[in-house]
């Protein structure tokens, strides 16, 4: 469920009808490719059929247009005022970004479930996970770990803003939204009730089956949790997911339907099926012998994603709101887009429009020229194609990459899915608060055509002007949001 755009989590997947494969048990409606890079960017296809090429799309020339202004009105212009998440390094936000400023790997062998058998064994497990404070005890021991993920962080959020019961009570809380989207759900409860069915028959299936399934469900727990009564859904875009949720989230403030937003992404996949169905797309990396040297964003010896896990939620406000009730504003939200590949359920397109067109009309609505954008934080899952492509995006956006700096937060945390975007939103916005980049780690033998300094290995001081965090999912969905420092 990484970039598909990019081909992030890509694995070649073709599918075939039934007839042409000749298997009535369906084992052969899929080639593997073995997410082999080739020049053009898509996968080799093995099909009887000349592979689709990508439609045609005309290129409209812009008018001309003066320098782009960013948003002036200050009920429009929209302040990052909170943060909070769950990580592999755990629950503290300053913790995490000083794990990842040590070039700290949070990879190792998992032990939730006997994975001895599996081809991959290893992933960011989250261990010692602590949601006391936050849930109470039964609802915790009901609850599937997305949406604990997903309470802990949100309410950490909200504490981080200083939005605690006592101030929500005294605001609008009609004015207050929350959109937390997955990638996956619940899989955890899913599994279990699916496997009840199966065993011991329907009457064996909790009645927290569905409701702790769907996906909707953590922004609904945690809207029923602080009373928040503005705009609440979810959105699930696979690994895109967070970021479609900062841009959703900005648009309700923008419109005046809320002053603020709870937003982020969260995710719990390392669980049986999640792993082995990764593994069945061949998009896993299998360096077991070596799991903290797994995920490693555009080196050539990169064989595949990390599975990771947790959540990571952003308290976004207009400023005019959050000037008037005194709050401490962290950074700020310029603009963001999302855009769809319209080619393959996971090929990228060859010509890498998606993409591009995703990051040019981010920089648009930020109000922002590509000659300020001076810090990167890639999606970079450590995939053979899917890594260059991102790669090859930007470099169509960003004719000088000289001043350019980019770096791979999942070369240490793994690929979180749908709360990836979350989690390296936060690390975007500690990049531009700390003016220090974390390295992208296990960068041992740079592939010559990644001419961008990815910060390999070795933290480096740098003061970001403006920053853009990409992230790429399934279906080709594509998203950007622009983050920058305020500035009154």
């Known amino acids: 469920m990484a970039g598909i755009s990019t081909a992030a989590c890509s694995s070649g997947l073709l599918f075939k009808n039934r007839e042409a494969a000749g298997n009535s048990n369906g084992a052969s409606l899929f080639q593997y490719n073995g997410l082999r890079a080739v020049e053009s960017v898509q ?50 936000i300053d913790n995490f970004y000083n794990k990842l400023l040590e070039g700290e790997s949070g990879i190792s062998e998992i032990d939730r479930f006997d994975a001895s058998t599996y081809s991959v064994r290893f992933g960011g497990q989250i261990r010692d ?27 950490r959020a909200l504490d981080d803003a200083n939005l605690g019961s006592q101030v929500l009570d005294k605001l609008d809380k009609t004015k207050i939204g929350v959109v937390v989207g997955t990638g996956m759900g619940g899989l955890t409860v899913f599994s279990n009730g699916v496997e009840a069915l199966i065993q011991k028959g329907y009457k064996k299936i909790t009645p927290f089956f569905i409701p702790y399934s769907i996906t909707n469900m953590g922004s609904a727990l945690l809207a029923i949790d602080t009373g928040l009564m503005g705009p609440n859904y979810s959105i699930s875009t696979a690994c895109a997911t967070a970021n479609y949720c900062f841009y959703a989230a900005a648009n309700h403030i923008r ?19 999640g792993i082995g169905g990764f593994i069945a797309c061949r998009a896993l990396s299998q360096r077991n012998n070596d799991p903290k040297r797994a995920s490693r964003p555009w080196d050539k010896d990169r064989d595949g994603f990390v599975m990771g896990e947790g959540a990571g ?7 005019d709101h959050a000037m008037k009730r005194g709050a401490n504003i962290i950074a700020e939200y310029l603009g963001g887009a999302v855009t769809c590949d319209a080619h393959h359920m996971t090929d990228p397109r060859s010509d890498g429009l998606g993409v591009s067109s995703c ?12 000659e300020e954008v001076n810090y990167i934080n890639a999606h970079a899952t450590s995939t053979l194609a899917g890594d260059l492509a ?41 990049a531009i608060t700390t003016g220090w980049l974390h390295p992208t780690i296990n960068q041992d033998n740079l592939e010559p055509d990644v001419t961008i300094d990815t910060v390999p290995n070795v933290k480096k001081q740098h003061q970001v002007n403006v920053a853009i965090s990409n992230s790429f999912g399934f279906g080709g969905h594509n998203s950007v949001v622009v983050f920058a420092p305020f500035k009154p």
Not at 134 to 153: E, F, P
Not at 313 to 319: C, F, K
Not at 392 to 397: G, H, L, Q, R
């Open 359 to 370: 990051i040019a009309k981010s920089l648009e609505d930020a109000g922002v020229s590509p």
């Open 390 to 430: 991102e790669v090859n995006a930007i470099k169509k956006v960003f004719k000088d990459t000289s001043e350019i700096k980019m770096n791979g937060t999942k070369s240490m945390i793994g690929h979180g899915l749908g709360a990836a975007g979350g989690l390296e939103a936060i690390a975007t916005i500690k």
């Open 129 to 155: 996970f602590s949601s006391k404070g936050y849930i109470d005890g039964k609802n915790d021991r009901r609850l599937d770990d997305c949406w604990r993920y997903c309470l802990v962080a949100g309410r």
């Open 255 to 273: 419109r005046g339907e809320a002053d603020i937003m709870v937003a982020g992404g969260t995710e719990a996949a390392i669980m049986p099926s």
């Open 313 to 319: 939620v952003l308290i976004m406000e207009s400023l």
């Open 43 to 92: 996968l080799a296809s093995t099909r009887t059929k000349p592979a689709p090429k990508c439609r045609t799309i005309r290129a409209m020339a812009s008018p001309t247009v003066s320098a782009p202004k960013r948003e002036t009105d200050p009920k429009k212009r929209i302040v990052i005022t909170g943060m909070g998440l769950v990580s592999v390094f755990g629950s503290d």
